[in-house]
């Protein structure tokens, strides 16, 4: 029965391509091609259908709906899903969507004058809600030597959850948890002394946190409802509550996975304890599939709330002085417990909330929301904030300074108005970069002169993520460290600028690709000792080993080419990608 479902749905030229044997013979140069003798055969592809319990098809572009002549054309459903495209959710609930749109190669939005095909977007689908499942998909992509690819959510900013002409495992709808009140991580003799949660690979951040919040507990994670546990914890993730407990993967106390061999593991601090090192910043699609994460959790702290905004009028010569003197005080917010997010912007209209009518008035400068977890009330604001006001007020000649504060009982009151609200469904690059003290600190003219040429002639300014703090520069990740970028230990804030462009248009894009550059470099210059944030990073990164790991990454290399000699995990820019190279829509040999 399900075998012959899967036949029906597999479209005719698929069915008909390759029919070739076992093909576990050749040495490839690429990747098995829809299009070439190498692909696996309709019965093949059948048997692998019923190992998974009847959970693999071919998946349509979420856009085709829009486009006439598509199967799935439907102009009621197209109007829904051009509304919704702006939302991470929407792309978060298909099997293959991504948020940002030039990780499909922009081959079916969701505009009928736009091209639709299913090229950019993987051939097949594994919906996964087992271990089994994913072991399957696994064993068969390293069997018929096909792309394998991962996604959980598509939020990804470098597009690494999303591979052309792959087999791809969905781990969307692997959900569970189980709650702790001490963790004994497998194989160890004792107990570590805290509680815990184990949320399997397709828990994102808001069932975490409500779940979580229902125990009177919380713990590091991200901004976004949607965002994924997979991808945020192996590229490390950061948090609002990182200053005081560290970064995600330094609160990791066990994972599940499954090899690129197609083989069941556990990780931690006594088995598998490379595994386990590499997976805590290590990169997401690279190690194996993780199926299953165990993370510390705390009592969820109170949360004071300072929005706090220094406003000069549009074309104010002190401007870049004003984001200057932002900039470098960072540092004494963080090591006085105000974590939070710096917006520099050269427009923005005054924030009607700020407690002025005239809301429609643009204005330059700066605002931050701060949050001080776990201090009983919004006072100590005012010790950390009043001298700064005082000299910024001798300072800036025009300056109007607004601010106010709200306090939150517990972390779940504040997210649930302050999370990440951004919108998505376009074409863009994101550039980051790591800023330690020193650096924001130390040559005031340096900072000046990078603010000039990266943010003043931008409209969408940069955001400074001021998240680094005790809780990241001590922390004590399980089994002694982990695999993040070894300059985290020093960081104060994550600074982060992008570029859109429209779709489908080639020189927009390299105007892009040319801005994130130059604005980049303009921040490396300033920043020699750190790096970038893999997870929210550029995805054409110059020498991106080094800037998302630096030295870590000689271990990296070694631990990805022990459990993966054939590369049956591969992205970009991701550890150990070296040896293949994208060349149109295959993957082939250097
Ligand atoms: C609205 C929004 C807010 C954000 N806020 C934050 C923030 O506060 N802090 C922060 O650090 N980051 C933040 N991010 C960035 C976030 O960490 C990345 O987008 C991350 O890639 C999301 O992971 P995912 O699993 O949801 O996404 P996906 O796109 O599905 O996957 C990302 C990568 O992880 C891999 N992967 C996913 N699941 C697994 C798994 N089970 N096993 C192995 N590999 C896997 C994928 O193959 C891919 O390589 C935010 C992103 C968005 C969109
Ligand atoms: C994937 O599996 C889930 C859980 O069984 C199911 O609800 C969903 O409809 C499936 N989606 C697709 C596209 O097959
Ligand atoms: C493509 O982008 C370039 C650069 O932004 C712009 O000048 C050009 O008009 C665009 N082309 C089309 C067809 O929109
Ligand atoms: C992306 O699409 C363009 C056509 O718009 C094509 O030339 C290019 O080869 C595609 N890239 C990949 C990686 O498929």
Redesign the pocket.
Known sequence: MRVLTLLQVLPLSLALAGNSGPSGHHGPSCKASPDGDDWPSPSQWAALSKSVDGRLFVPTPPGAVCHPGERSYDPERCVVVQSEWIAWGFHEQDAVSTAINNFN???CLPEPDYPCSP??YPRLVVNATQVEHVKRAVEFAKKHSLRLNIKATGHDFLGRSNA?NSLSIWTHHMKGMEFHDSFKPKGCRTSIDTTAISAEAGSQMYELYTALDARGQTLVGGGGKTVGIGGYVTGGGHSILSGKHGLAADNVLEVEMVTPEGKFLIANECQNEDLFWAVRGGGGSTFGVLTSITMHTFPTPTMPNLIFAAILPLGDPQLVDLWAYGLSHLPHLVSSGVYGYMYLLPAFPLPGSVGDETTDTVVSGFYFTGLMPGQPDVSTFDTVMAPLMAEMNTKFESLTLASYTVMYDNFLDWYNLNHDQSTTGEDMYLGSRLFDEKSLTADEDALREMLEKVVAPYPSGSLAHFIGGEGVWNAEPRGGSNAVLPAWRNIVSHQTVNAKFPP?NVTAEQEARRIIETRVSYLRELTPDTGSYVNEAYVYEPDFQHAFWGNNYDRLLAIKRRIDPLDVLWCHPCVGNERWE?V??KLCKV
């Open positions: 190669n922009d081959t090229g950019g052309p489908l994208e149109g829509g």
